[in-house]
């Protein structure tokens, strides 16, 4: 079994990250780390990037016939899918719908919760414990710590995203059909906010993960595939998976996301795929 981390090396260079704060970088394809900058086993809170995590529970459930994507939950209209894509009308925070289902997309971190709970009640699992016995033991993840809120209240390691990164190329915990779904833009189209960048038209989503699609500006860089999914969080932390490119990232700082992140994260991304990327 190939190492889930491997040391910067004198033949494996750092690539430049012009920040002046505490961080850990790591890049992977859909077999084994490439390259590590920093302490992978640090545990660091993740935020946002708890979302993309707890859909792959979720996805579990339906791999499972658990639960269906297109089975009410939540408020009245909105889905299983709904949730997942932020269409289902939930503010950012807070119970009171602020949009029609399906009619925009707005970033929820009242959805994610709202589809935990739909999922608890489907599983008979918490869960917290329902992803322990998915995510957790099916990725082999070490330090993942995924309680709280399943929108933004976990915690883990560089390694064990690097190992998410790795799922979001070659699924292993669902069907591959079910994974060509979450990657694929869910309610095509529609217009919304991308906290920290504006909004963006059309502002792409598949099941839990953003699409990057021809977003500008955005937070991958230049070289990244439309295809690439993934997600940043407050604190931070991204993570996303560029098919095309047959690589996965991941970023864990000790700095809250700000303008720095803004500056710094597309040229590190184009870095990363100059330096690792296969596409031609």
């Known amino acids: 079994m190939e190492p889930e981390t491997a040391p910067t090396t004198p033949a494996d260079?750092?690539?430049?990250?012009?920040?002046?704060?505490?961080?850990?970088?790591?890049?992977?394809?859909?077999?084994?780390?490439?390259?590590?900058?920093?302490?992978?086993?640090?545990?660091?809170?993740?935020?946002?990037?708890?979302?993309?995590?707890?859909?792959?529970?979720?996805?579990?459930?339906?791999?499972?016939?658990?639960?269906?994507?297109?089975?009410?939950?939540?408020?009245?209209?909105?889905?299983?899918?709904?949730?997942?894509?932020?269409?289902?009308?939930y503010p950012f925070d807070g119970e009171a719908a602020v949009g029609a289902v399906g009619a925009k997309r707005i970033y929820s971190n009242t959805g994610f919760e709202v589809l935990a709970a739909h999922v608890e009640e489907a599983t008979g699992y918490g869960f917290d414990e329902w992803m322990e016995q998915t995510v957790v033991a099916g990725l082999d993840l070490v330090?993942?710590?995924?309680?709280g809120s399943p929108a933004a209240g976990y915690r883990g390691s560089l390694r064990?995203?690097?190992?998410?990164?790795?799922?979001?190329?070659?699924?292993?915990?669902?069907?591959?059909e079910?994974?060509?779904?979450?990657?694929?833009?869910?309610?095509?189209?529609?217009?919304?906010?991308?906290?920290?960048?504006?909004?963006?038209?059309?502002?792409?989503?598949?099941?839990?993960?953003?699409?990057?699609?021809?977003?500008?500006?955005?937070?991958?860089g230049s070289r990244s595939s439309p295809r690439t999914v993934g997600h940043f969080g407050q604190s931070g932390s991204f993570l996303w998976a560029d098919p095309d490119q047959g690589l996965a990232a991941a970023f864990l700082g000790e700095s809250r996301f700000g303008a720095e992140h803004v500056r710094v994260w597309p040229g590190l991304t184009d870095a990363i795929l100059e330096r690792y990327g296969t596409a031609v």
Request: aromatic share 4%; glycine share 12%.
């Open 13 to 89: 260079p750092a690539v430049p990250v012009d920040v002046d704060f505490p961080h850990v970088l790591g890049v992977t394809d859909a077999q084994r780390t490439l390259h590590l900058q920093g302490d992978g086993t640090r545990v660091l809170d993740l935020a946002s990037v708890s979302k993309p995590l707890s859909a792959l529970g979720v996805l579990v459930a339906v791999d499972r016939g658990l639960v269906d994507l297109d089975e009410p939950a939540g408020r009245e209209g909105a889905t299983v899918r709904h949730l997942l894509a932020h269409t289902a009308g």
């Open 143 to 147: 330090d993942l710590e995924p309680t």
């Open 160 to 176: 064990d995203l690097l190992a998410v990164g790795r799922e979001l190329l070659e699924p292993s915990l669902i069907s591959e």
């Open 178 to 220: 079910l994974w060509r779904e979450a990657t694929s833009v869910q309610f095509p189209g529609l217009a919304g906010i991308l906290p920290g960048y504006g909004r963006q038209t059309p502002n792409d989503w598949g099941l839990g993960l953003e699409i990057r699609g021809g977003k500008s500006p955005h937070w991958t």
